[in-house]
């Protein structure tokens, strides 16, 4: 696989979701002002992190089996599908017993959930689920631009739903979730249909495979297999957001809504790193490629010199654009941003092997860089918070990613035997097709 040619394909269409993101962002912002995007955006967490954790690895754990022709593809489809009735069962059942929890008193109280907002959630769980699923699926046929081009046009979508509500002068935070809800819901319904059209596509389609095991026991493998990798990915998120929950523990949601704008902003400069890190799921699990380990180098090399290089015009641009925001609300979001952006450079590289872990099979590298971190970012939030308010936390969160990202190398250059030099710094060949 051509690393710069498909890599900028996904690169256009990433940024376009960035974009798209950006200003459905800001939109929210607007219309909600501190208070309600601070709730937004914790709404927003407990979906992802719970959706993350339903999703189980169940895809993550497809790909070796599906790339190395293991099992015939529709048995792992059907045992997908398996889990995925599972989790709707559950999340039914869920819908109605949270009420009866202490976990509805915060929800009620602090994000002002009602019946509607529970309904919502409860679906976008599942059609991120879905999602995540199905976009493994097809990473592991060889399409790696379709989850990113798909999650693109829905990120397009959302900000046209968005920012009609906010010319109208009816958004509010119930229909800012449905709205979220619903173009998720659409995207996996595509992803979906992409999937079955790609079965017979798979390594294994044309090769007469044994029987292997029942559906309930191929599902239990893809679940052991996948639930170590999964702690990554809901580490992963946890270390993005939990900072906000934290914040809202010691502070108010007021001060999560200023914080997840700054946040927001940082994050922006890894397009580069999460455009390749789907090509190293791919490219890494071959086996038999002599030059994964080098192309996974070059892509650290991209992803960290992109990230470094956009640092500067963004800690200059966007303040401004927060200023601007609700007549000034927002405007304490710059010094956060500032203190991310280091910790936010420095994390690149592992933003990109976290494919490459992936792909070799090791996705419990990825868990424990993401347990460490996240204990570290935990740690730092609760001296800092109390301190120095919105700063701390922007502050702990940097450095905790900076130690995330120095394991993952670490681990990397023990696997591969590959200098610092060559690891980390950029050269004008990277740029190659």
Not at 408 to 420: I, K
Request: charged share 10%.
């Amino acid at each position: 696989m051509k690393l710069a040619l498909t890599g900028s394909r996904i690169l256009v269409w990433r940024a376009l979701q960035k974009l798209a993101g950006a200003l459905v962002v800001l939109a929210v912002a607007q219309g909600l002002g501190p208070e309600g995007n601070g709730r937004y955006s914790l709404t927003l967490l407990v979906v992802t992190v719970a959706g993350a954790l339903l999703s189980a690895g169940v895809g993550l754990a497809s790909v070796p089996p599906l790339r190395r022709a293991l099992v015939a593809p529709r048995r792992i489809v059907a045992a997908q599908g398996l889990w995925g009735l599972g989790v709707l069962l559950l999340l039914i059942i869920g819908l109605f017993v949270v009420r009866a929890t202490p976990a509805w008193t915060w929800l009620e109280t602090t994000l002002t959930w009602n019946v509607s907002l529970l309904a919502a959630a409860v679906l976008a769980m599942l059609a991120m689920l879905v999602f995540e699923t199905a976009n493994y699926d097809l990473l592991a046929a060889g399409e790696v631009v379709v989850g990113t081009r798909t999650a693109s046009i829905r990120a397009v979508v959302h900000l046209l739903g968005v920012g009609a509500l906010l010319a109208l002068a009816r958004l509010d935070l119930t229909l800012a979730i449905w709205s979220f809800t619903v173009v998720q819901v659409i995207a996996a319904g595509y992803l979906v249909l992409r999937v079955r059209a790609a079965v017979p596509r798979f390594p294994a389609s044309s090769q007469e495979l044994p029987p292997g095991p029942s559906l309930p026991s191929l599902l239990g493998r893809l679940l052991r297999a996948g639930w170590i990798g999964q702690l990554s990915a809901i580490g992963y998120l946890l270390l993005l957001r939990l900072d906000q929950l934290l914040l809202e523990g010691y502070l108010d949601v007021a001060a999560v809504g200023i914080y997840s704008l700054a946040a927001w902003g940082a994050e922006l400069l890894w397009l580069v790193p999460e455009a390749l890190n789907p090509l190293l799921v791919h490219t890494s699990s071959d086996d038999q490629d002599t030059e994964r380990d080098r192309t996974a180098a070059r892509a650290v090399r991209l992803g960290l010199a992109t990230t470094a290089l956009a640092a500067v015009p963004l800690a200059l641009f966007l303040p401004p654009v927060f200023g601007l925001l609700r007549e000034g609300a927002f405007a304490g979001a710059a010094g956060p941003l500032w203190a991310l952006l280091p910790g936010v450079v420095a994390f690149a590289p592992g933003a990109v092997l976290a494919g490459d872990f992936i792909g070799r099979g090791r996705p419990n590298w990825n868990t424990q860089a993401s347990v460490v971190t996240v204990a570290i970012n935990v740690a730092l939030c609760m001296v800092w918070i109390p301190r120095l308010g919105i700063l701390g936390a922007a502050w702990a969160s940097s450095v905790a990613y900076a130690a995330g990202a120095i394991m993952m190398v670490l681990r990397f250059r023990h696997a591969t035997g590959l200098s610092w030099t060559e690891i980390l710094v950029p050269r004008l060949s990277d740029l190659r097709r």
